[in-house]
């Protein structure tokens, strides 16, 4: 990526007995998507606010292109909010909150107007300028206060959860919309969701987040694939997290017991030495299921179906396989159908991930 | 509803009584004068001027007050000045006072012998007249306005400010173009709610209004006076039009257009800090205003312990003795408030149960009924009782009866409307569960749903007791010299001079009032909701 647009270092930020941010330090490249991923609570919306300038950092720096803002008030940071709930002014109709800021700041009456008619063409809401918030939909309402941010031309667009109170197809619409919007228009933009699917779709740079502190950044990929520890693993899609101990160790290669069997992995990042407690972790869709004899083929486990939901693309499969509870996900089931009874299943070794310590306890 | 024969009588008493105590009263005041009094109106020069005055004084003191209250609840909800507490306790202590109590304070202080003017400053000035009611006015019902305007200035979605900031909207700008539209509905609501207050005000009038009479005051004068009840229900009449308008208007019409509806996820609020010349200017008003509230406290309590205010500054403690040895009408007070307060609670609870539970006919009717004093001058419902009920065929003439009866039905549109609130809040799938299992209406509401809304009894309880105990506007032509309580004393003291022993009284009723709120806070803490206005 190119250059460096914002840089949060070490921020901190505590509500009394609180500690909402915990010396969080990220870069954030010029044009980028990047998003804010983490349960509610995390700190996520409070480093969005302190970005936006509605909160003071009781320690850290913040820059946006090399400078430092920490105490440059809101409207001059060009960091330009969209907020959960909208925020629409119900006082004021649609075509009036878009020129809302561009009025505030003095813009001629002339400009203003091409701008904001530039706007909502834009953005597909034309016709709805003299309604007033209440009186249009969900989605509507959504576009309307992206619009009133993209008006005003900002250099950062900073967006919070603006998708989590549309219905769930809406949602999908409009996902894919944003990300080609921010990607025409090249405005570096803050994104802060608990949705990881969400996250994973639009981003192109990802930090999870928990309890004020930034887990790990990475591509959606990495943060997918490679996650750093348990809790990433977890919150980020579904995982198969299984505890196992490494007994062999050969170059690249290593061999885990997992009491039911020994699984070969291809494991390049960390450096286990044998005898150590490691948890795996194995994303459902890199899991063969077959109901045929696969007899002692590499890396096969056998088990039995307790339970499948049906998704239409896909079926999800609960295998039980000694104490271990596997899920796999068969794709295109059109031809196969649903499965049932003793089933065997299969890994490829280097489509597992290593994590270091049991399940429990580390995070 | 046939065949549960106790819902269906429950139906009945509560719409009997209402029909009775509610609907016959405010008729008997319009048809008891002859159409000629009505007619004569234009031609009275006391009734024009009193109509005039009225009018000024609503103008007036509405403006003031909704001002005041704007500010205190802009100060506390908005800034981070210092005693925002004391701001806080000053703006609600007076919602629970005597209603004439500020009047006959500011008598005390600056009136021709008072404390401050006289005595402080050596000034030959006199407060009586219309600017004494201003002031007096003001200071009594801004903490109305200010309650309401808080409710809305805090329901206002923070988002909605911080969208503002985001977009270049600082200090003055954001409170003219966000915060104040916002809140404009609110204030519009506030000031027609204070202002039907002001319209029906007695008590202030009548103690330091001196010749300036306004419509209130003008319908006692008439009975007082000239012992013409026909003119005082016509003046009541006139009263009751433009008090009725403002209440349906700011129930019907501000109530809807509200934006308050519109909220989004409260959030941790840090504001952007208040200008120094703002918070200053804020905070220096309420200092001034809260110092003009602790006055009338100061003045009546020390009023009641010295012998003659304005010429004898010796203490003395034969007032408040006098208020426990051979005064009736103190033990009357709490005794007609306690049995008021509770029934007018039982009944406003069971009405609100019936009209947001069950469908019956005319259940339109009992909702608005029950609503309907809340709109009502205290001097209207008084002479409606005076009329309707001192002659045959139902003589109630000089009983303790009249007067409970007149201080339940003049409180039920508060309780009630707490209790719609809390039957509201309480999913009726609860009820129909118990209905399922086999209970019937009335065992549903006592074993059900009851528990539930127990706490908003109690505020209907304390928020009646208190209005009763302190009310004197709905209680002057019904007491006599058998059923006496201590308001129409303090009255009577007052306007004869006797500043000590009203003062002891009113102090007494003070302590009364705080006692039991007190103990209502103690009891049922931070889930009372006392003014659900």
Redesign the interface.
Known sequence: MSTIHIKIDNASKSFGPVEALKGVSIDIPRGSFTTFLGPSGCGKTTMLRTIAGFYNLDNGDIYIGGRLINDVPSHQRNAIMVFQDYALFPHMNIGANIAYGLKINKIPQEEIRRRVARTIQYLGIEGLESRSPGQISGGQQQRAALARALVMEPEVLLLDEPLSNLDAKLRMNIRAELRQLQKRLGITTIYVTHDQAEALALSDQIAVMSKGQIIQIGSPWEIYYKPRNMFVADFVGTANLVPGKVTEKNGREVTVDIGEARLRIEEPIFEIEPGGQVTLCIRPETIQLSVSEAGESLNSLQGVITNYIFEGALVRYWVEVGKHVIIADVFDPSDKGIYTGEVTLSVHPNKVHVLSGPPQGSN | MLREPLLLATVLVIGICLILFVLYPIVRVFTYPTLKDFVEVPRNIRYLRAIRNSLLMVILSTSTATLFGFLFAYTVTRTDVPLKSVFKLVSILPLFSPPFMVAFSYLMMFGKNGLITAHLFGLRVSILGWHGLWLSETIAFFPVAALVMEGVLQSI?P??E?????????GF?LFR??TF??A?PGVAGAALLVSILILADFGNPIMIAGDFSVLATEAWLRVEGWGDVSGAAVLSSILLLPSLAIFLIQRYWVGRSS?IT????P??V?R?PTKWFVRWSLFSFCFLVSVMVILVYVALVAGAFVRGWGFDWTPTLQYIRSIFSRSPELIHSLTFAVAAGFTSAAFSITASYLVSRKRFPLHKLMDFTCILPAALPGIFFGIGYSVAFTRPPIDLYGTAAIIILSMIFWNISMGYQTGIGAFQQISPSLGEAASNLGAGSMKILWQIEAPLVKTSFFSAFIVSFIRAVTTLSVIVFLATSSNIVATFTIMNLVSDGFYGKAAALTTALLLIAFTVLGLAKLLIGKRMELFRI
């Open positions: 979605a988002s909605l911080y969208a503002g900031r985001n977009l270049g909207a600082t700008t173009t966000i539209p916002l404009r934006y519109i909220t989004g996820k959030s941790q840090e952007e």
